[in-house]
């Protein structure tokens, strides 16, 4: 039985560029289809920059995600989702925690360090209410 789930697959240029998005678009439709991924589905965003998250088509990939109808989101590289490595970890957190897996055609370190950064922030708050527990004990 087929999945009802997309394959999101993002695209974005700053400077509107139908070329250079159209180079976006096929490349990672030949990636999902060598992969796999099926049921894609592309979002572009031509000509949006990457410091804003409320993009056209970045929101509408968003409301999907919320309904949990996308299985991962396959983009080129991580700075097409955006430029602000604060939003985007936000972002990409979000989605993990929505079961959606981030893949980049270059499969660059940027989501390994992004894992790692999680995984450390998730054992400093651990770190830090065990601290607190143990303050709040009387001696």
Request: net charge positive; hydrophobic share 45%.
């Amino acid at each position: 039985m087929k999945s009802n789930k997309i394959t999101a697959i993002y695209c974005r240029t700053a400077a509107q560029d139908s070329v250079a998005i159209e180079r976006q678009r096929e490349g990672l439709l030949r990636y999902a289809a060598a992969h796999g991924f099926e049921n894609a589905e592309v979002f572009e965003d031509d000509g949006f920059t990457g410091n804003d998250l409320a993009r056209p088509a970045f929101t509408r990939m968003n409301g999907l995600i919320s309904e949990g109808r996308v299985t991962r989101v396959l983009t080129r590289n991580i700075s097409r989702l955006g430029r602000g490595t604060v939003a985007v970890l936000t972002w990409v957190r979000m989605a993990w925690e929505q079961g959606v897996e981030i893949v980049t055609e270059d499969m660059g370190f940027m989501l390994e360090l992004f894992a790692a950064m999680q995984a450390m922030s998730e054992l400093a708050k651990a770190f830090s209410q065990k601290n607190a527990r143990n303050a709040a004990k009387p001696s």
